[in-house]
């Protein structure tokens, strides 16, 4: 079978550990996949697209800042991709039309429950932020059935439109799903997500101490370097800390069997990329 071509897309893009991750999948599941990197200038995402379906390409991860245009281009959309505004997961057909997906909420969601070994059902959840990664990983949570989500964000009217858009699935799943303003949280949680990019900024937390539970769960979407003042500040105050190493390894799984209709052993890359970046490499 010949070697099939993927992607992922993005700017910045040379940070970006998916080659690693979907090399390692194709070597482990025996699949003929060639994946790389491609930066794409902020005004040329759509003829990017286009270019690399010309030359064969299959699909295409997609990252910072074109998920929103992802979602737009794409010919049919998963319930997830409606529901976050955003994908990250594009599959090219032969006639030329786009799917498209977000595994982001289905990644995070595998990683906390299978790698981290901690249920979300029942639970009591604070979800930081209302942009797009807070958007992308709202539904699968929903999904998961936590006694409560509270979206928090300095703009409380865009948490608003988050929970908003979600109020149905928050019915069907029985869970109680409100917004609220970054300094109005007075409650604590079993599970706190940082959706926010004060990771990239350097602060250690954009929310106070008081809303740890004790053992809480303090899961920071970004990792390595970026999360690490995060992850003090949890480990300092009693919490569980895990940066998005397993939620970005866990969403690449997804999108590899949306893709190959093969699950990859993504518990295994997962121990090896920490190594791979324990080593320095």
């Not at 604070?126 to 709202?138: E, I, T």
């Not at 970005?248 to 799984?253: C, D, G, P, R, Y």
Request: hydrophobic share 45%; net charge negative; glycine share 10%.
């Amino acid at each position: 079978m010949p070697t099939e071509k993927y992607c992922v897309m993005g700017n910045p893009i040379t940070h970006s550990r998916s080659p690693w991750i979907h090399t390692r999948f194709a070597e482990l599941t025996n699949e003929p996949v060639a994946y790389t990197r491609q930066h794409v200038e902020l005004d040329s995402f759509q003829q990017a697209i286009k270019d690399f379906a010309a030359q064969g390409g299959k699909g295409c991860n997609i990252t910072v800042p074109f998920k929103l245009e992802a979602a737009e281009l794409a010919t049919q959309k998963s319930e997830r991709v409606t529901l976050a505004g955003a994908a990250n997961t594009l599959t090219i057909h032969a006639d030329g039309t786009i799917s498209a997906d977000n595994t982001d909420g289905l990644g995070i969601v595998a990683d906390i429950t299978r790698n981290a070994g901690v249920s979300i059902t029942g639970r009591d959840v604070l979800l930081v932020g209302a942009g797009g990664a807070a958007a992308g990983v709202l539904g699968p949570l929903l999904r998961e059935k936590p006694r409560r989500i509270i979206i928090a964000n300095r703009t409380v009217e865009k948490a608003s439109h988050l929970a908003e858009s979600h109020a149905a699935i928050a019915a069907e799943t029985g869970t109680e799903l409100s917004a609220s303003a970054l300094d109005a949280i007075t409650e604590d949680f079993d599970i706190i997500i940082n959706g926010t990019a004060s990771s990239l900024a350097g602060a250690q937390s954009p929310v106070p101490a008081s809303v740890l539970r004790q053992g809480a769960l303090a899961y920071d979407m970004m990792y390595g370097e970026k999360a690490q003042g995060f992850l003090d500040w949890a480990t300092r105050h009693g919490a569980i800390a895990r940066d998005g190493l397993g939620m970005l390894v866990e969403q690449a799984a997804e999108s590899f069997a949306i893709w190959r209709g093969v699950r990859p052993p993504a518990e295994q890359v997962l121990r090896e990329l920490r190594a791979e970046i324990a080593a320095g490499r």
